[in-house]
């Protein structure tokens, strides 16, 4: 009896990644997501608190094929707006983004060997970054929208 070999491709490793800083209020709203995602994870899908230290979590950046930033982007709208977008889309002259987006995509260039990672940023406009740990209400009205947005994004990644 013939050994057959599967052809079915392996499931892309997505990452989700919660990026911001808890101790500035709306900054932390990334962080604040995935700790609400990872009480219900997305299937076959890591998802992990990176906050403001990017160049930590490279073997997590290593490992994903796909990664979902998660983080709050000011661009100009009304807080609680959520941006999606990929991370070569962001225009720095346009888009003033967080420091964590650019700081993620520096340490993916550090990555030993060219890597084919599609990379996702969902945003959330803020309205208060000053020191406390609540984030403002329509932040906090943001989040579930934004978990949601998440759980879709991944869904149709897991499709392709």
């Known amino acids: 009896m013939g050994m057959t070999t599967s052809t079915k491709k392996r499931p892309p490793r ?31 899908v890591l998802v992990a608190e990176v906050g403001t230290q990017v160049l930590a979590a490279l073997h ?20 609680g707006t959520i941006y999606a977008f990929g991370v070569d889309d962001v225009a720095e002259p346009e888009i003033q983004a967080s420091l964590h987006e650019l700081g993620l995509r520096a340490v993916l260039r550090m990555l030993p060997e060219p890597t084919q990672v599609e990379i996702a940023v969902l945003g959330v406009e803020p309205e208060v970054i000053d020191y406390g740990l609540e984030l403002s209400p329509p932040v906090a009205g943001a989040l579930p929208r934004l978990t949601a947005a998440a759980r879709e994004m991944v869904r149709r990644w897991q499709e392709k």
Request: glycine residues 12%; charged residues 20%; proline residues 8%.
């Open 60 to 79: 997590l950046l290593e490992w994903a094929d796909r990664i979902l930033a998660l983080d709050a982007m000011q661009a100009g709208q009304a807080p």
């Open 14 to 44: 997505i990452l989700i990644a919660g990026l911001g800083n808890l101790l500035l209020q709306d900054d932390g709203v990334g962080v604040h997501a995935v700790r609400e995602l990872q009480q219900d994870p997305p299937p076959g």
